[in-house]
């Protein structure tokens, strides 16, 4: 299981928020190196990158990858305040990317994988989850925001797993 964690997050967020905006800044004619405060804003998506993983791997019991997915809705640590921190970190680190190069092409690739992210969600996650954990995955969805942590003082904070 460790490998199949392992692989498949070099795979694809290795891919999506390293690979791509590393080589789009390579062709990217306007980009600039090294503006610092980027990378602080990349550090952060890749802790909370890390730290959902760890959690679908110990709380989940499965990996991010769809042909390994948790066995179990995963609603423990960041999952407790928004649906989807993992594609929000994801998000993050290309937004560091983009700031650190300076780069207007990395900034439409941002552009695009948001969009791309948040289709995903609503046409195919969020419908295989309501169908895999029916009743958990009504009262999850009704008390966690899909990406922002809700900003009232009553909300509700999903328990852990049982």
Known sequence: ??????????????????????????????????????????????????????DFYLSGKGTLAPWSPPQYLVTVGLYRYSRNPMFFGVLLIISGWA?????????LYLVFATCIFHWRVTHYEEVVLSEQFPS?????????????????SGKKIFPKNS
């Open 99 to 107: 700031l650190t190069y300076c780069s207007p092409l990395i900034t």
């Open 1 to 54: 299981m460790l490998l199949k964690a392992v692989s498949a997050f070099l795979l694809l967020p290795g891919v999506f928020a390293f690979l791509i905006p590393w080589a789009i800044s390579t062709f990217d004619p306007w980009s600039r190196m090294l503006w610092k405060p980027g990378l602080a804003v990349l550090g952060i998506g890749v802790v909370i990158l890390l730290y959902c993983v760890r």
């Open 136 to 152: 958990l995955w009504a009262e999850y969805a009704e008390n966690v925001p899909r990406w922002l942590i809700k900003l009232e």
